[in-house]
C-alpha cells in the first residue's frame, strides 16, 4: 500500500528542496505531543505533521532525508516532419574550449560506424548538417514582470496539476502554514512525501543519489541541464519515503485529462500561448530532455513509458520509477533500445529533427557527455561503494555482478576515445534515437496491454 503524506518543519529541508514536493489539500487540523501538530486531509488521507523550528539545530541545513528519487506517469502518433532550417555553421564547444568553425566539408565525415542500431526515416533523413550543436546563447532572455505575473496566471489555469487537482503546490503551502502556529517561523518548510509498504526502496534511493549527482557534476560545468532530483529515504528493508513531485502531471494523465488533448505540441501551445512564455517552456523542455537523455543512458534505465515521465508547470520533464536500472528489465526483457527516448510525439515539441530546437538539444547532450567523462572516476567509485556488502549487491539492479554494471557503464563512457570520435558517438547515437522503432512498440504495448496512454 502506499499513503500520501506530508511532512513539513524546519527539520531540515533545504532551501533547494522547497516546492519539490506536492500533496493534497490539507483542511483539518489537530494538536500533537512535544511541539509538534497534526493535520488530516479527509480527502486523500494525508497526514500533515508540523514541528518546531528548533529541530533545524539539530539537523541543520540537511534534509532528513538522503539525496535525491521518486513519482508515477506515452503515446504513438506518429508524424512527418517539413519543418527545415538552415543548419548554423559552427560548433559551440564546452566551457574550457573556444568556438571554431567548420566547414560543410567537415561535416560529411561525421559518420564512424559506431552504433549499428535500427535507424527510422525520420532519423536518415537527418543531413551532416543537422548534426552541428546549436549556440545556446540566444536563450538566456529574462521574462519581464508583465511576463512573469502572465505566467504564473498560466500555471494557475494549466493542465500539469498532478495529485492536487486544480490546487498548486503554493497554495497548498500557504494553507497549510496558516493552519500551523508554527507558519510564522522563519525556518518553516512543508515536504509531500508517499508512505511506501512492501516496497523494496534502496534501489531508487540509489537512483535518487545517482542524479544528484549528474546535477552537481552539471551545474559545476554551468551547463543548460535540468534535472529534478528528489529524496528517497528506505526505512527498513521493505518500507520508506519518497518524495512527490510538484505541479508535475504523467503524460499518460495528461492525455486522459486535458480537456480535447491532441498531441503534447498542442498542449504546450494551448497552455502557453504567449510566444515568449512558449519559447520558454520550450527551452526547460530541451534543458530536461537532454539531461535526462543523458542520464537513462548511462544508467540503463529502463521501462521508460509515459505512465513513467512526467510534465510540469513550467514545461520540464522529470523521469520517475526507477525499479528498471543497470542489470534488470522489465521482464527479464530487454526490448527497449539502448538509446534515448525520442518518438515522433517528443521530438515534436522540439519542432522536428532539423531544427534549431533539437540542435540546441544535440548541444547539451553532447556537452553533458563530456563533462560526465571528465568525471567518470568519482561515478564509478560511487556506484562501487554501493555494490558493498551482500546485501546491496543483492539488488536486482546488481544482479548481473559488478564487473558487469561497472563494465557496462564504461562501455558506454570510453574513456580512451578521443574527443572528436567521442562527438560523433554521441551524434551516432542521437540519429539512431529518432522515431526508433523499438520505442515505438515499447509504447504501443504499454497501450494495448496496460492502458497507458
Known amino acids: 500500500d502506499a499513503h500520501s503524506c506530508a511532512y513539513h518543519g524546519a527539520a531540515g529541508v533545504d532551501e533547494k528542496s522547497e516546492g519539490r514536493a506536492a500533496a493534497g489539500e490539507p483542511k483539518g487540523?489537530?494538536?500533537?505531543?512535544?511541539?509538534a501538530e497534526l493535520f488530516i486531509d479527509p480527502a486523500v488521507g494525508s497526514l500533515i505533521v508540523s514541528q518546531m523550528p528548533e529541530e533545524q539545530k539539530q539537523h541543520g541545513e540537511h534534509s532528513p532525508f538522503p539525496p535525491p528519487g521518486r513519482a508515477r506517469m506515452p503515446s504513438t502518433h506518429s508524424h512527418v516532419y517539413s519543418h527545415t532550417q538552415p543548419a548554423t555553421p559552427y560548433v559551440n564547444d564546452?566551457?574550457?574550449r573556444r568556438e571554431r568553425t567548420i566547414t560543410e566539408e567537415e561535416t560529411?565525415?561525421?559518420?564512424?560506424p559506431i552504433v549499428s542500431h535500427n535507424v527510422s526515416m525520420a532519423a536518415s533523413a537527418v543531413r551532416s548538417s543537422d548534426r552541428l550543436?546549436?549556440?545556446d546563447d540566444d536563450d538566456n532572455f529574462e521574462l519581464t514582470q508583465e511576463e512573469l505575473q502572465f505566467f504564473e496566471r498560466v500555471k494557475q489555469k494549466g493542465g500539469a496539476r498532478g495529485i492536487f487537482g486544480q490546487v498548486t503546490w503554493e497554495q497548498v503551502q500557504e494553507r497549510v502554514r496558516k493552519a500551523s502556529k508554527f507558519g510564522g517561523e522563519r525556518g518553516w518548510r512543508l515536504v509531500s512525501v508517499i508512505v511506501k509498504t512492501n516496497c523494496?526502496?534502496?534501489?531508487?534511493?540509489?537512483?535518487?543519489q545517482l542524479l544528484g549527482w549528474f546535477q552537481r557534476v552539471w551545474s559545476r560545468a554551468k551547463l543548460k541541464l535540468w534535472l529534478k532530483p528528489f529524496h528517497v529515504l528506505s526505512t527498513s528493508y521493505d518500507a520508506g519515503l519518497i518524495e512527490t513531485i510538484p505541479d508535475a502531471i504523467s503524460i499518460d494523465s495528461l492525455k486522459k485529462t486535458f480537456p480535447g488533448f491532441v498531441s503534447i505540441k498542442d498542449y504546450f501551445e494551448r497552455t502557453y500561448p504567449h510566444s515568449r512564455l512558449l519559447q520558454k517552456a520550450k527551452l526547460n523542455y530541451v534543458a530536461s530532455m537532454a539531461a535526462y537523455s543523458i542520464a537513462c543512458y548511462i544508467l540503463s534505465i529502463r521501462d521508460r513509458h509515459n505512465g513513467n515521465i512526467l510534465i510540469d508547470t513550467e514545461g520540464h520533464v522529470i523521469h520517475v520509477d526507477f525499479g528498471f536500472m543497470l542489470s534488470n528489465a522489465p521482464g527479464n526483457v530487454r526490448f527497449e533500445p539502448p538509446l534515448f527516448k525520442l518518438t515522433n510525439e517528443l521530438l515534436e515539441v522540439m519542432e522536428g529533427p532539423r531544427s534549431t530546437l533539437f540542435r540546441k538539444f544535440r548541444a547539451r547532450v553532447v556537452k553533458g557527455f563530456l563533462a560526465v567523462r571528465r568525471e567518470m572516476d568519482n561515478l564509478l567509485g560511487l556506484i562501487e561503494m554501493m555494490m558493498l556488502g551482500e546485501e546491496n549487491i543483492a539488488l536486482p539492479?546488481?544482479?548481473?555482478?559488478?564487473?558487469?554494471?561497472?563494465?557496462g557503464i564504461r562501455e558506454?563512457?570510453?574513456?580512451?576515445?578521443p574527443e572528436l570520435d567521442f562527438r560523433q558517438h554521441i551524434h551516432n547515437l542521437?540519429?539512431?534515437?529518432?522515431?526508433?522503432?523499438r520505442s515505438r512498440w515499447y509504447d504501443k504495448y504499454q497501450r494495448y496491454f496496460v492502458g497507458i496512454m
Open 29 to 35: 487540523g489537530g494538536g500533537g505531543s512535544d511541539g
Open 94 to 96: 564546452d566551457t574550457n
Open 108 to 112: 560529411r565525415g561525421w559518420n564512424p
Open 133 to 135: 550543436e546549436g549556440d
Open 200 to 208: 523494496e526502496l534502496r534501489q531508487e534511493q540509489l537512483a535518487a
Open 397 to 407: 539492479c546488481f544482479a548481473s555482478g559488478h564487473d558487469a554494471v561497472i563494465g
Open 412 to 417: 558506454k563512457i570510453p574513456e580512451m576515445m
Open 430 to 437: 542521437i540519429d539512431a534515437s529518432v522515431d526508433n522503432w
